[in-house]
C-alpha cells in the first residue's frame, strides 16, 4: 500500500544553479533577496550532500518529512550516472516524501517522460507530486492553443500505467499572476488538462530577483490561511543550500546536524 500520510515537515532543497529557461519573472522564493544569495553560477549539490540531507530527515522520530527538490532544473542535475530520479527513489526509499518542482521542459520528449516515471515507480510505492511552473511569463506552452506538450505527455504517460500507479503520480500545475486579473492561465486549458487529473494553483509574483524589474505588476499579497501547526520544537521547515540549512534568510544549521535544531528529536 502507498504512503499516503501527510508531512509533518518541509524541505526545500537547491539542487542547482543551472536552468535551461531565462524567465523575467525569476526569482528566489526561500532565501533572502537575489542580489545577496549566496546560490551563484556553479552552484550544485553533489549526491553525498543530497544522501546527508535525506539521512537528516530520516533520523528525526515521530516525523514525515516532504524533500522539496528545486533548482534552477532540477532534471538537469546529475553526477556519475545517477540523475533526479535517483534522487526521488533514494528520498521515497529512506521513508521520506518527495516532491520536485520544474518547468516540464524535459518530459516533452515521450521517452524522457516514460523512463523517468517508470524508473521510479518500479522502485517504490511512495507518491511523487510534480509541480511545473507554467504561467504567461514562460515559453513553455502554446498560448494560442492554450496547450503545453509537457503536459500532454505526462497525461500520456500516467494514462497508460494501472489504476493503482497512477494515483502515485499527481502533478500540478503553479501559475506566477501579476495584479492583472486575467494574468493566470486559460480557464479552457485549466479545463482540458484537469480533466486528465492535472490540477493548477495561482501564485503571486513576489518582488525578488529577476521579477524586481517587474514591480509595477506585482500583486496583493495572497492570504494562504493558517498553517498548520507541528508538535515538538524546532522548525517546520527549512532550506538547504550547500551545506547550510536556512530558515528565510537565516543560517540556522550544518548539514549533518538537523538533530541539533530538534531537541525532542521531532
Same mark, same amino acid.
Given at each position: 500500500?502507498?504512503?499516503?500520510?501527510?508531512?509533518?515537515?518541509?524541505?526545500?532543497?537547491?539542487?542547482?544553479?543551472?536552468?535551461?529557461?531565462?524567465?523575467?519573472?525569476?526569482?528566489?522564493?526561500?532565501?533572502?533577496?537575489?542580489?545577496?544569495?549566496?546560490?551563484?553560477?556553479?552552484?550544485?549539490?553533489?549526491?553525498?550532500?543530497?544522501?546527508?540531507?535525506?539521512?537528516?530527515?530520516?533520523?528525526?522520530?515521530?516525523?514525515?518529512?516532504?524533500? *522539496?527538490?528545486? =533548482?534552477?532544473?532540477?532534471?538537469?542535475? &546529475?553526477?556519475?550516472? %545517477?540523475?533526479?530520479?535517483?534522487? @526521488?527513489?533514494? !528520498?521515497?526509499?529512506?521513508?521520506?516524501?518527495?516532491?520536485? *518542482?520544474?518547468? =516540464?521542459?524535459?518530459?516533452?520528449?515521450? &521517452?524522457?517522460?516514460? %523512463?523517468?516515471?517508470?524508473?521510479? @515507480?518500479?522502485? !517504490?510505492?511512495?507518491?511523487?507530486?510534480?509541480?511545473?511552473?507554467?504561467?504567461?511569463?514562460?515559453?513553455?506552452?502554446?498560448? &494560442?492553443?492554450?496547450?503545453?506538450?509537457?503536459?500532454?505527455?505526462?497525461?500520456?504517460?500516467?494514462?497508460?500505467?494501472?489504476?493503482?500507479?497512477?494515483?502515485?503520480?499527481?502533478?500540478?500545475?503553479?501559475?506566477?499572476?501579476?495584479?492583472?486579473?486575467?494574468?493566470?492561465?486559460?480557464?479552457?486549458?485549466?479545463?482540458?488538462?484537469?480533466?486528465?487529473?492535472?490540477?493548477?494553483?495561482?501564485?503571486?509574483?513576489?518582488?525578488?530577483?529577476?521579477?524586481?524589474?517587474?514591480?509595477?505588476?506585482?500583486?496583493?499579497?495572497?492570504?494562504?490561511?493558517?498553517?498548520?501547526?507541528?508538535?515538538?520544537?524546532?522548525?517546520?521547515?527549512?532550506?538547504?543550500?550547500?551545506?547550510?540549512?536556512?530558515?528565510?534568510?537565516?543560517?540556522?544549521?550544518?548539514?549533518?546536524?538537523?538533530?541539533?535544531?530538534?531537541?525532542?528529536?521531532?
Amino acid at each position: 500500500m502507498s504512503n499516503q500520510r501527510m508531512p509533518t515537515h518541509v524541505m526545500g532543497v537547491s539542487l542547482l544553479y543551472k536552468c535551461n529557461f531565462s524567465c523575467e519573472h525569476c526569482g528566489y522564493i526561500y532565501i533572502g533577496d537575489a542580489e545577496d544569495h549566496i546560490i551563484h553560477p556553479g552552484y550544485r549539490l553533489t549526491w553525498d550532500q543530497v544522501v546527508t540531507a535525506i539521512k537528516d530527515c530520516a533520523s528525526l522520530k515521530d516525523s514525515y518529512w516532504n524533500m *522539496n527538490y528545486t =533548482g534552477g532544473e532540477p532534471t538537469l542535475w &546529475e553526477e556519475e550516472g %545517477k540523475d533526479l530520479a535517483d534522487i @526521488l527513489i533514494a !528520498t521515497a526509499n529512506a521513508g521520506v516524501l518527495p516532491t520536485f *518542482n520544474t518547468n =516540464g521542459s524535459y518530459f516533452e520528449d515521450y &521517452e524522457n517522460c516514460h %523512463k523517468f516515471f517508470y524508473r521510479y @515507480l518500479n522502485n !517504490t510505492d511512495t507518491p511523487l507530486k510534480t509541480f511545473i511552473s507554467m504561467d504567461k511569463f514562460h515559453k513553455n506552452y502554446d498560448q &494560442e492553443k492554450g496547450r503545453a506538450k509537457s503536459l500532454d505527455t505526462i497525461a500520456k504517460v500516467i494514462a497508460a500505467f494501472p489504476d493503482n500507479k497512477r494515483d502515485l503520480l499527481p502533478v500540478h500545475v503553479i501559475i506566477i499572476v501579476t495584479k492583472d486579473p486575467n494574468s493566470s492561465l486559460p480557464e479552457e486549458m485549466k479545463k482540458h488538462y484537469g480533466a486528465m487529473g492535472i490540477t493548477f494553483g495561482d501564485f503571486p509574483m513576489l518582488n525578488i530577483g529577476k521579477a524586481k524589474k517587474l514591480s509595477d505588476q506585482m500583486p496583493e499579497p495572497f492570504d494562504f490561511g493558517p498553517m498548520r501547526q507541528k508538535k515538538g520544537n524546532g522548525p517546520p521547515g527549512m532550506v538547504l543550500v550547500g551545506d547550510d540549512y536556512y530558515l528565510g534568510s537565516k543560517k540556522i544549521g550544518k548539514l549533518g546536524h538537523m538533530l541539533d535544531l530538534y531537541p525532542d528529536g521531532v
